[in-house]
């Protein structure tokens, strides 16, 4: 089911935040916090395995709670059409240190590759771009996702969006931990905010 | 049984400046909703503030979420929505239990007390029952004035004991809302 020149879904997460610097990273279930999990764990990392459709609302609340640090989401294609109306939260809310990055292969690969509606009709910049977030573009480029992980760190020109089309390869899954207290506790931890 | 008032015609009720209060002092910060009359006092009142930011949702499943993002950095917040609101929720309220953060939200009653619509019915009636399987406790206001104490327990162990709690603001509290005079 690989498509040739379709970029390497693990390779893209990596190259994304091979330079974070302090960036706070919401990865959406499923593959995309697989991914998140092999680019290396990080305490400012809020890995999901569940709450689909969550994930852009969870960085857009981190996103207004720390308006000086980068917050970037990345989901999937499947995530991210469950989750299509927090785009246009997103569009009127216009956070300016958010960025969202969409993995798009087309299919929900968790769950058997099903095909998703991304495979079909749906366009997922197109709809970013109707919601109120001008920047937004798809991605087919390491070289883009380079320009990308470099826009993202800017805190005063977002919000942003990108789908990436990538290979719909099944990757062995890296486990992150999955303790939802342990995750949030160690990211406010690492932000300065004592537990309860 | 009185009817809902209009909010520009008549004189505002004391009990939405009440909750607007505790909010303040417990510095709930991030306050997503999805509209309903009933609510309408508090979200002016929140889009007025300084302090408070009112973020208006498409469902309200998006305000839990927001709320988890908000406390993961460092802010409280509080969901306004309707008792039809409750019922799209319910996979997303697993973030109460799963993240343990603060969860308050303030449902506003319709499909009792003396409802015209029956499509509101089914969610009215099924909204405290929801709320308990997914693991949030549930407070109710009928009267005016009970509306502080309860507010303040309310917000007390939400945001002191990350214990998930709802209040029901009862139709009978907000006015029947009404269709045909």
């Known amino acids: 089911m690989s498509k040739a020149n379709l970029l390497d879904r693990r390779q893209v997460v990596s190259t994304l935040l091979a330079d ?107 709809v970013a771009r109707a919601c109120g977030i001008p920047d937004s573009k798809a991605i087919s480029t390491l070289g883009e996702i380079e320009s990308f992980a470099e826009a993202m760190q800017d805190t005063s ?40 | 049984m009185h009817a809902r008032s209009e909010a520009s015609t008549e004189q505002a009720a004391a009990w939405p400046e009440e909750i607007f209060a505790i909010l303040q002092r417990y510095q709930a910060r991030q306050v997503p909703y999805v509209p309903d009359a009933g609510h309408s006092q508090l979200i002016q009142r929140v889009l007025d503030s300084s302090t408070m930011r009112g973020i208006p949702l498409t469902t309200e499943e998006e305000g839990v979420a927001l709320l988890a993002g908000a406390w993961a950095g460092g802010q409280r917040g509080v969901l306004l929505m309707q008792s039809s609101g409750v019922g799209n929720c319910i996979n997303m309220l697993s973030l109460t239990q799963i993240f ?31 709320f308990e399987l997914s693991g949030v406790r549930v407070l109710r206001a009928t009267h005016p004035d009970e509306v502080k104490d309860v507010m303040e327990a309310a917000a007390s162990q939400a945001y002191n004991a990350c214990t998930p709690t709802a209040v029901l603001l009862a139709q009978r509290l907000i006015g029947t809302k009404v269709f045909v005079k």
Do not use: C
Not at chain 1, 163 to 192: F, P, Q
């Open chain 1, 20 to 126: 974070r610097k302090e960036a706070l990273v919401v990865a959406g279930l499923g593959a995309s916090t697989y991914d998140l999990a092999a680019a290396g764990d990080n305490p400012r990392n809020l890995y999901l395995w569940g709450a689909m459709g969550g994930a852009v609302m969870m960085g857009l609340g981190l996103a207004l709670s720390q308006p000086d640090l980068p917050v970037v989401v990345v989901t999937g294609d499947g995530e991210m059409l469950m989750g299509m109306g927090s785009l246009a939260t997103v569009g009127v809310q216009k956070p300016k240190n958010l960025s969202i990055l969409v993995l798009d292969n087309e299919a929900y690969g968790e769950t058997g590759g099903q095909m998703s509606h991304t495979a079909a009709t749906a366009d997922l910049v197109g």
């Open chain 1, 157 to 196: 020109s977002g919000p942003r969006f990108a789908n990436v089309k990538i290979d719909a390869a099944n990757l062995e899954r890296v486990l992150s931990n999955r303790d939802g207290t342990y995750i949030m506790n160690r990211l406010r931890g690492a932000l300065g905010h004592a537990p309860i």
């Open chain 2, 100 to 130: 343990r953060f603060p969860f308050l939200t303030l449902v506003t009653m319709r499909g009792e007390w003396g409802e015209f619509n029956p499509w509101q019915v089914p969610m009215g009636s099924s909204t405290q029952g929801v």
